[in-house]
């Protein structure tokens, strides 16, 4: 479908959203300060660029997504969104005051930051999913698919901000300082949540039908075989595709002997691309599977180019394109999954949905970490393009399907 006669940014005009927005524009932009940080004190201060321990961290982010899963969607659908949300948000920002103090204090080690990340992989098992149910609590369904584009651009404008300021305040205060900036943003997000007005949410505190648990959840997703698909995409795309700490820090320190400064501009290089990607997908009425077809056939492609690149500043420009493809095709696939699922089985469908996302990584972060150290950098980037045509090529082959069976929505 093309543009929505409503504008890119519609979803703002309501007044819950909108203070949403603010408080997770703030919380963000600290989270990707604090992602670059936690990777270079890993690559850098804590180890001798070290690629399988940055790969460690990520499965310990990333893990309990896998692990905590027949609880996280259930807690989304049952439990009053609003106060899990408070509750997951204020323990993510007591972990990174933690992480702050042991950096600081000189007293942090490699196992600690194994710890703290297992640790907020946990909180986050829990957040995620209620995030995006929350989105249609907020909006109502007219614009849903507005507002996740919406909020993968206010991740994506962080993103642009975060890494190059994160580089600037590592060499300058050290990464500590880091981590405790991104603590104190958290108290943004707090401070939303509770000028909200609740009653306007959308939806009830407690919907019905919610009492069937992970079973029925899985069960759902089993019997609906679009979402099964996507999904099916959503996890090559995620596993061998989205390690961009990995990607990036090793390409910054082992091929391009990049300072932390540099690091964080090539990060930041990617977010541009990523914001232009969720501003154009907020223009889009429905997520169409061509639409996700194309991203990932330039992810692929953006990739491959990255690859082979001389210098750090072509390689900057490569990943541009990375971002604008790798938002494509997540926003629309989410877009396209929550819109077809009904609203009281949203938490536990997009708990799936981001435990395949995410989950996956838990095998693909140590696997791009090793072909990095053992094969070298250029090779772990690959993986990620060959991840971006497979992807591609899944999304075809349901279309060739659809068109023999003459079956499905919109294409």
């Not at 690629?51 to 982010?61: F, M, R």
């Not at 609590?137 to 190059?164: C, H, K």
Request: with cysteine.
């Amino acid at each position: 479908m093309g543009a929505d006669a409503g504008g890119a940014f519609r979803a703002l005009a309501n007044r819950n959203y909108r203070l949403w927005s603010i408080g997770s524009l703030i919380s963000n932009l600290g989270a990707w300060m604090q992602r670059v940080a936690q990777d270079w004190l890993i690559l850098v201060e804590l180890t001798r660029h070290d690629a399988t321990a940055v790969g460690i961290v990520t499965a310990c982010q990333f893990g309990p997504q896998v692990l905590l899963l027949p609880w996280t969607g259930a807690a989304a659908d049952r439990a009053d969104r609003k106060k899990l949300l408070f509750l997951t948000q204020a323990v993510i920002g007591l972990l990174a005051v933690g992480l702050a103090l042991l950096t600081i204090g000189g007293w942090v080690r490699v196992w600690h930051v194994y710890a703290f990340a297992l640790g907020l992989g946990c909180a986050t098992a829990f957040d995620a999913p209620v995030r995006q149910a929350f989105v249609s609590d907020m909006v109502g369904e007219a614009d849903v698919a507005n507002a996740i584009a919406l909020n993968a651009t206010v991740m994506n404008g962080s993103r642009l901000i975060g890494p190059a300021l994160a580089g600037v305040l590592i060499a300058a205060v050290g990464s500590g300082w880091v981590f405790a900036i991104n603590a104190a943003s958290y108290g943004a997000v707090l401070l939303s949540l509770l000028l909200m007005r609740t009653a306007d949410l959308r939806a009830p505190l407690h919907p019905a039908g919610a009492s069937g648990g992970f079973a029925e959840g899985i069960a759902y997703i089993r019997e609906r075989r679009e979402i099964m698909i996507l999904l099916g995409m959503l996890f090559v795309f995620g596993t061998f595709g989205l390690n961009f700490p990995i990607f990036i820090s090793t390409m910054a320190a082992s091929v391009y002997h990049l300072d932390a400064s540099g690091f964080g501009l090539l990060t930041s290089a990617m977010a541009v691309g990523s914001f232009t990607g969720a501003i154009v997908a907020a223009r889009q009425a429905q997520p169409e599977i061509r639409r996700i077809i194309g991203g990932a056939l330039l992810f692929g492609g953006s990739y491959a180019v990255a690859a082979i690149m001389p210098d750090h500043l072509l390689f900057g420009l490569a990943l541009m394109f990375v971002g604008i493809a790798s938002q494509t095709v997540t926003t629309s696939v989410t877009s396209r999954v929550q819109l077809a699922t009904e609203p009281r089985m949203r938490g536990r469908v997009m708990s799936v949905l981001i435990t395949v996302a995410l989950g996956g990584q838990p095998l693909g972060a140590p696997m791009a970490g090793w072909i990095a150290n053992e094969v070298g950098p250029r090779y772990a980037v690959a993986m990620g393009a060959a991840a971006g045509f497979l992807t591609a090529l899944i999304g075809w082959l349901c279309l060739l399907r659809r068109r023999e069976t003459g079956t499905g929505g919109p294409a």
